[in-house]
């Protein structure tokens, strides 16, 4: 009995998280990714069992603690979260690592549980052979070493994915390396403070980025002849507006686009830049602007879109509204926004709307109810964004109603936010730019599927946004109408944050050189989004170019 008791109690741990690894096994269906997946589970679990025959005792003890401690940070992340530990989600867990006691005090009890269910592991590695192995020292010692290479070399050609369903042991020990090797080539690290150099006093206006959620650049007005009625189309006393036209977003998810525009990532460095530069809070604050966050689509201080606890301390006013159903967030937003464009004082403002995100059944109110037939209404008053597919099929028909009820939408959170904008605002000391996060697969080719946005083989409107710049007529920033007409359908958000930065008094020269061109200058923009945004390690991003000929525009109603 004594003589197999590490085998014993090794395959105590494993039974015990059996669920964990079944789950894979049943995902994984069968055929060669099967016979990959058994070969490097087998290979893993031999060289653990053999670890626990490692002579030396200090060096054992050693191998049993790494594992131990390496097993508990990711059971613990799984009781806490139901959830798998990504590579991605860790780098996130060790930048956060200010609140880990924190954590710890709150997440006690599923500490303690699974510390408890870690114990056969720790035991079973440390305790003394019984038997000897007919194996030099050296090759024991190897075992476990050349399991953990061999694990990362597998996530590094897949982007940190690969290990889901192998010995969990291995999994945070493995991303530790890749962690490593990431911050020797500076893909992370620490966070900069700014240090490009500015021309003049403090900013006196507002500085204003809104960012619109799913609104497709060529549902609008101001882009196409049977548009949506927008608002940005018409003239206002005092008022200037320049349409970019069509733009071409970073990504076509939400997170991906959002954390680019608030640190300037460029298409050749994003990973570096999003990581390691200073946030548009950081250069906002350094040129005297007061910085404003109104997040239309969260509540109760929830972070969205990448945003870390660090980020949100560089934040003057978090704004959200936990009282207002979704329907009336962005009319909320309008107010706010109109409060801040009315007192004196210079800010920057970046605002995230709610929009047109899935489900638009209920995003606006009957009134507003213009297009016919749209999809059912009721079931989601107060959802601001769900994977859940209510009355949808994904059928043709069911895309005729989607694209009303779209359309609609569009009608109450783009058209009527505007009007009362620009019926309200005080707009004679204040640039805002208007953009969306991404633009929509509405299906108008007829092709299947569910989804809108974010997939890895999207349609070329996903990447589709609208862009414009609103300023009032007395203020003189950049001169806007010089490269206006080269610009218009040709630029992208990668041409935003250089604006923003141009417009805080960076100088223009040395902020090129690191986030590229401002709208001032002719941009000669890729015209690209990013299909594949979390491509690190070993991976490539994945350019699509918008070829404006594909672009399908809303027929007359
Ligand atoms: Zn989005």
Redesign the pocket.
């Known amino acids: 009995m004594t003589t197999y008791l590490k085998e014993l109690l090794l395959g105590l741990y494993l039974l015990s998280h059996y669920d964990y690894y079944l789950k894979r096994l049943i995902d994984l269906g069968g055929g060669v990714p099967l016979l990959l997946f058994a070969g490097v589970f087998g290979i893993l679990l031999a060289t653990l069992w053999l670890t626990a025959y490692i002579r030396s005792t200090a060096i054992r003890y050693l191998f049993a603690l790494l594992f131990f401690a390496s097993t508990l940070f990711f059971d613990v992340y799984t009781r806490v979260t139901a959830d798998y530990l990504t590579y991605s989600t860790f780098v996130s867990l060790i930048y956060s690592g200010g609140f880990i006691d924190e954590a710890l005090y709150q997440y006690r009890a599923s500490v303690f549980l699974a510390a408890v269910g870690a114990l056969p592991l720790l035991f079973g590695i440390a305790l003394a052979p019984r038997r000897r192995l007919p194996l030099s020292s050296y090759a024991l010692v190897a075992a476990p070493l050349c399991g953990v290479l061999l694990l990362t070399g597998i996530l590094f050609v897949r982007s940190g994915e690969g290990a889901r369903g192998l010995p969990a042991m291995y999994t945070p020990l493995v991303y530790l390396n890749l962690f490593a090797y990431e911050a020797a080539s500076s893909t992370v690290g620490p966070r900069e403070t700014v240090s490009l150099p500015r021309h003049g006093q403090a900013v006196g206006n507002d500085i204003v980025l809104i960012v619109d959620?799913?609104v497709s650049g060529n549902y609008l007005d101001i882009n196409v002849e049977h548009g949506v009625h927008s608002s940005l189309g018409q003239a206002y006393p005092g008022v200037s507006i320049y349409n970019y036209g069509y733009a071409a977003s970073i990504a076509n998810?939400?997170a991906d686009t959002n954390v680019t525009l608030r640190y300037g990532g460029t298409r050749s460095d994003y990973l570096r830049i999003n990581s390691t530069m200073p946030s548009i809070w950081q250069y906002a604050r350094k040129a005297g602007l007061r910085t404003v966050y109104i997040d239309a689509q969260r509540t109760g201080g929830r972070l969205q879109n990448l945003m870390s606890k660090s980020e949100r301390q560089e934040i003057d006013e978090f704004v959200q509204f936990n009282q207002t159903p979704v329907r009336d967030r962005d009319m909320a937003a309008a107010q706010k926004l109109i409060e801040l464009l009315n007192n004196d004082t210079p800010e920057l403002v970046y605002l995230n709307k709610v929009g047109a995100?899935f489900p638009v059944h209920d995003k606006y109110p009957d009134d507003f109810l213009v297009y016919r037939p749209a999809l059912s209404r009721g079931q989601y008053a107060d959802v601001s964004d769900t994977g859940e597919r209510y009355d949808f099929g994904g059928q043709v028909e069911d895309w005729v109603r989607y694209r009303n009820a779209y359309k609609n939408t569009l009608l109450w959170n783009v058209g009527e936010f505007f009007a009362r904008v620009f019926s309200q605002a005080r707009l004679d000391n204040a640039v805002l730019i208007y953009t969306s996060?991404?633009g929509q697969d509405l299906h108008e080719r007829g092709n299947p599927g569910v989804d809108t946005?974010c997939g890895g083989d999207p349609v070329v409107e996903e990447g589709l946004v609208p862009l414009v710049v609103i300023q009032g007529n007395g203020l003189h920033t950049l001169d806007w109408p010089r490269e206006l007409a080269g610009n218009k359908d040709r630029s992208s958000h990668y041409n935003i944050f250089p604006t923003l930065l141009q417009l805080m008094g960076y100088d223009l020269t040395a902020l090129q050189t690191i986030y590229g061109k401002s709208l001032s200058q002719h941009t000669e923009d890729e015209f690209t989004f990013n299909t594949r945004f979390n491509a690190r390690l070993g991976e490539k991003p994945n350019w699509k170019h918008i070829d404006l000929k594909e672009v399908v525009t809303p027929t007359l109603q």
Request: hydrophobic share 0%; aromatic share 0%.
């Open positions: 959620e799913s998810c939400s995100h996060d991404h946005h």
